[in-house]
């Protein structure tokens, strides 16, 4: 199951990042946890979600604009089909597709044009917090409260990143700088300054339900704690 020792050291240092964070999902899900413990393996689902959330939060805290729009914003595989051609192409996320077609252009074709008249885009993954979310939601076993806040915490990220950028047209290293003492206040109030608080949570969840098949996590639905209480 996810989340063991190795796992929980790691979420501390600089390791914590998307590709990280992908790879423990995809861990999870080949698993085959869902047939041992449904609230188990959702609970640690859960997890990742708290440690996405971190992971975004920083970044737009930070000004790491470009690396947060990746988890929240950004498919994190786009092909592109085009017209005459069998194989898809993948897309490079960071780098401007009339720059990655230019091969598949004639000469004197305006690869704008042909992007525009002979292909169509097909997102294969999307970006990974939406992901999980759905995922969680669909699950139909955590509890509203729950899922409530990490929507709550999406919509935070979103509007952080807006302000932060708004801040970096007079200052690149913004809210690292350019901030006078003044509004420090003010800037705070609008940056995530998320913590592991529930990831810890629910790690202590997961470890009581490993010892007791009865416990019921707060983080659970009502109609299934009852559910494990009767």
Known sequence: MLLTRDLHEQVFDHYLEEEFLVNQM???????????????????MSRIM???????????????????????????????????????????????????????????????????DTTHLVYVKGPLIPELYDMLKGADILSESYLSSVYLRMQKISETMTFVMQGQMMDP?????????????????????????????IGMDIGALLKDENYCSSFLKEEVRYYRET
């Open 173 to 201: 290293n913004y809210p690292l700088s350019g901030v006078i003492p003044e509004e420090k206040e003010f800037v705070e109030a609008n940056l995530c300054r998320y913590n592991r608080k529930k990831f810890d949570q």
């Open 50 to 116: 708290e440690l996405a959330l971190l992971c975004a939060g920083n970044y737009a805290d930070f000004g790491q604009i470009r690396d947060a729009a990746d988890l929240i914003i950004n498919p994190r595989h786009t092909e592109v089909h085009i017209d005459g051609i069998w194989e898809p192409v993948r897309v490079k996320r960071h780098e401007r597709m009339t720059e990655q077609f230019t091969d598949y252009a004639p000469a004197g074709t305006n690869v704008g044009e042909l992007l525009r």
């Open 26 to 44: 995809e861990r999870l899900q080949s698993s085959g946890g869902l047939d041992e413990s449904v609230e188990i393996y959702w609970l640690s």
